[in-house]
């Protein structure tokens, strides 16, 4: 049995090089320099959020309705000065920036987020749905990166139960009864 889950790992690494390698060679796609909001109401260019760097990471978030986002949000506290060390990233959310800022310190968040609240930045990077005049919200990546003074997504991802973004879900899938209904809370 441990060889057919040792040969099952293998081959999904194998399939995990290749979808980076094809997401590597995906045309670059332009991004506009939006203007987000800090958790102090002042406008953030986009572009700014750079610093000296080239690359950035962008978490989408839902906004403090979702347990979910909140859950892989809280996880991000371990990984900002790793993640940091490497190179600049933000939260991204819906949410106005006076509630993202109030949920964010309840929540202990040691990372920077932002509004991106009556801008297309979320619908334009394909992570916000309008139908019949009302939005709704996925949760996800985006890596974008700077040339030429202009903004570029290289790469995305969405966020679920089960993606390689959150180690919770893995760890679950250990046990027989997997998560076993489990949800994510506000309070554990």
């Known amino acids: 049995m441990s060889d057919r889950i040792a040969q099952l790992q293998k081959e999904i690494e194998e399939k995990r090089k290749e979808i980076i390698a094809i997401r590597q060679e995906m045309l670059r796609e332009e991004v506009k320099d939006y203007t987000l909001t800090d958790k102090d109401g002042q406008p953030v260019m986009l572009s700014e959020l750079f610093d000296s760097s080239d690359e950035l990471l ?22 900002s000065e790793i993640i940091s060390d490497r190179m600049p990233w933000v939260l991204v959310s819906p949410n106005d920036y006076e509630t993202m800022a109030d949920f964010a310190g309840k929540r202990g968040w040691n990372f920077r987020y ?4 009556g801008t297309d930045f ?9 139908k019949e005049g009302k939005s709704s919200y996925k949760p996800g990546v985006s890596a974008l990166i700077r040339n030429d003074g202009k903004i570029f997504r290289t790469g995305r991802d969405d966020f679920g139960p089960g993606d390689y973004y959150n180690p919770a879900w893995h760890f679950f899938d250990l046990f027989p009864k997997g998560h076993n209904g489990w949800i994510p809370k506000y309070e554990y």
């Open 122 to 130: 979320g619908f334009d990077l394909g992570f916000e749905i309008r």
């Open 114 to 117: 932002l509004s991106f609240n």
């Open 58 to 79: 962008v978490i989408h978030n839902m906004g403090k309705e979702c347990r979910y986002c909140t859950m892989w949000a809280d996880g991000l506290r371990g990984y």
